[in-house]
Nanobody, 126 residues
């Protein structure tokens, strides 16, 4: 099992930036691919970004490409999501997730992940 705690959410004006952090504990952080998902009120949870075990490979949803950047610092057991040029459509609860087994690529499906954080709210105003 792994415990994940997100932080860094808040209220920001359109065009602004936020950096989300996800601190992990309970397992060897470097052994697991990580991802970010988000869920807006009344909508399904959707994939945002993911990163491989070493940080050498990443994947992004089309809606955030060029604006968001996922990264990880294995020495600090932390994964980040830098969000720039935020839009009102980005408003959602953002969740950090970890895979439950060894991966040799970058997962993008919710079912690929076994552990989830509690979420952090991101609200982007017009």
């Amino acid at each position: 099992q792994v415990q994940l705690v997100e932080s860094g959410g808040g209220l920001v004006q359109a065009g602004g930036s936020l950096r989300l952090s996800c601190a992990a504990s309970g397992r060897s952080f470097s052994s697991y691919a990580m991802g970010w998902f988000r869920q807006a009120p009344g909508k399904e949870r959707e994939f945002v970004a993911s990163i491989s075990r070493s940080g050498g490979s990443t994947s992004y949803a089309d809606s955030v490409k060029g604006r968001f950047t996922i990264s990880r610092d294995n020495a600090k057991n932390t994964v980040y999501l830098q969000m720039n040029s935020l839009k009102p459509e980005d408003t959602a609860v953002y969740y950090c997730a970890a895979v439950g087994s060894i991966w040799f690529g970058v997962p993008t499906k919710s079912s690929d992940f076994a552990s989830w954080g509690q979420g952090t709210q991101v609200t982007v105003s017009s």
